[in-house]
């Protein structure tokens, strides 16, 4: 058991006009034990957090931690890895010419597991953790369904003796029917290895059968962070709500009749450009609360509003349920007239 934090970390992708800041100074710690379910829409930096914590993208900014020792650019500390990734599609991590044993082989500790014997049985045993039979352990990937693969993936990354696991959309890929025994076992591992996670899913359905937190993530930034059942029930920024509702049946953020609820020059607001973010809150361009709507809340075109320290923490200026404490940065709003902290969404 381990806590992973992020401290101001930013990921950069290439340079001059064509630079994007994929993730821009994200503060979130998993804490130990814990599973944290990281949701956002396509392209907000998700997967780019994830692989900078584990050396796949240089971090351009800020710190990544275990425990408090810093992660090397490698993803190392202490010439170990205490980060193991399992990705959506599991030929990222196996390699389709190696034996699913091998495999996980490769990824045993050589100095903790000698000897091909001890070996032999510790990839054996971590067959039997994920439900598929040692004896297939001579197979090839491409001889095993998807879920058995992703199952192997899994066993992989266990072989690793992680301190914390990052899994990214890992379910994503497989039939709706696998779905489901995938996400028991990982739920079932975690709390039988007591395992530190970051899950990274765009459904929140996914997440809120494996979370004890929810961090949403925006355009390269952390907008909201609390308890899974605390955010989900009370979601209180606009862009959790607007996720929210597009995820319940019927879909999109629509009334009854299956117009859209949002204000017209709301929903016709093109995407942001991640080249080019926006200025102040990123998502005052769509926002349905912000000043398209509210001409008075110019305070979202001009100012940041970071989120920081508090357990259900919110980056909105407008935000309402409860009120902050007068010493929480989180929400501009609370220097504005009282008026203007009244959010109407
Ligand atoms: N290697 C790369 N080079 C340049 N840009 C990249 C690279 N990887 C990601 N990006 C860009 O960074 C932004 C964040 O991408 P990322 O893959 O982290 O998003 P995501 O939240 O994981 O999305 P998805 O839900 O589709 O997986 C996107 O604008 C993407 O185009
Ligand atoms: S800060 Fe303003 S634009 Fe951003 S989410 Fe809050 S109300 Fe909307
Ligand atoms: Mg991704």
């Known amino acids: 058991m381990s806590e992973l934090s992020f401290e101001n970390v930013s990921v950069r992708f290439g340079t001059g006009r064509r630079a994007l800041t994929a993730v821009d100074g994200v503060d979130l710690t998993v804490p130990s034990g814990s599973v944290v379910g990281l949701v956002g829409e396509s392209g907000s930096g998700k997967s780019s957090l994830a692989r900078a914590a584990v050396g796949l993208h240089p971090v351009s900014g800020g710190r990544i931690l275990v425990d408090g020792a810093p992660l090397g650019r490698d993803g190392r500390v202490g010439g170990r890895r205490p980060l193991q990734m399992v990705f959506q599609d599991p030929y990222s991590s196996l390699d389709p010419r190696m034996t699913i044993g091998a495999s996980i082989a490769e990824t045993l500790p050589r100095d903790a597991v000698r000897g091909s014997a001890a070996r032999r049985d510790e990839v054996a045993r971590l067959l039997g953790l994920v439900d598929v039979g040692a004896e297939r352990a001579h197979m090839y990937p491409g001889q095993l369904s998807g879920g058995q693969r992703q199952r192997v993936a899994l066993a992989r990354a266990l072989a690793g003796r992680p301190d914390v696991v990052i899994a990214d959309e890992i379910t994503s890929a497989l039939d709706v029917s696998i779905q489901g025994t995938v996400l028991n076992l990982v739920r079932d591992l975690q709390r039988r290895l007591r395992l530190s996670m970051l899950f990274i899913t765009h459904d929140l359905a996914v997440v809120r059968y494996v979370s004890d937190h929810i961090a949403v993530m925006y355009l390269g930034r952390i907008v909201e962070f609390g308890p899974a059942e605390q955010v989900l029930r009370d979601p209180r920024h606009p862009y959790t709500r607007e996720l929210l509702a597009a995820a319940r049946p019927g879909g999109s953020a629509a009334g009854p009749t299956g117009a859209s609820a949002l204000p017209a020059v709301v929903a016709d607001a093109e995407p ?33 509003p970071a989120a920081a320290g508090h357990p259900h923490r919110t980056a909105c200026h407008f935000v309402t349920v409860p009120p902050a404490p007068p010493h ?3 929400c501009h709003g609370l220097a504005e007239p009282p008026a203007a902290a009244t959010a109407t969404g």
């Open 272 to 304: 942001a450009d991640p080249h080019h973010p926006p200025t102040g809150c990123r998502f005052h361009p769509r926002c349905p609360v912000g000043p398209l709507v509210h001409a008075d809340r110019t305070v979202c075109r001009e100012r940041d």
């Open 328 to 330: 929480d940065p989180v």
